[in-house]
């Protein structure tokens, strides 16, 4: 497993699972992430190489939070719901459980 940098953006996946944000939000600040760097994933903003994607896993009904640290970022034509992430790498490098 990576080291994770508490103090690095990043960017929360809901899958649609708004009820679970709070939850969500609190498991990430037990981990260590400062609360003020967690943001809600938006299709039209993507984060920088370093930063961290956190997401509910596995849709409809995750039981745990996937965090994922950004390796690249390409120029993208946004699509659908996935917008400009589409064009971001990722590599998987540790889990929460959502209690």
Excluded: R
Excluded at 17 to 46: C, Q, R
Excluded at 59 to 65: K, V
């Amino acid at each position: 497993m990576a080291e994770i940098d508490t103090q690095k953006d990043v960017y929360l996946f809901l899958h649609g699972k708004m009820d679970l944000k709070e939850k969500a939000t609190n498991a990430l600040t037990a981990k260590g992430f400062s609360a003020d760097k967690i943001t809600m994933a938006l299709p039209t903003k993507v984060g920088d190489i370093g930063d961290y994607m956190a997401m509910l896993w596995m849709p409809p009904n995750p039981d745990h939070i996937k965090i994922q640290q950004i390796t690249k970022v390409e120029h993208v034509e946004p699509e659908g719901m996935i917008g400009l992430w589409k064009g971001v790498s990722k590599e998987d490098i540790d889990t929460v459980p959502l209690e």
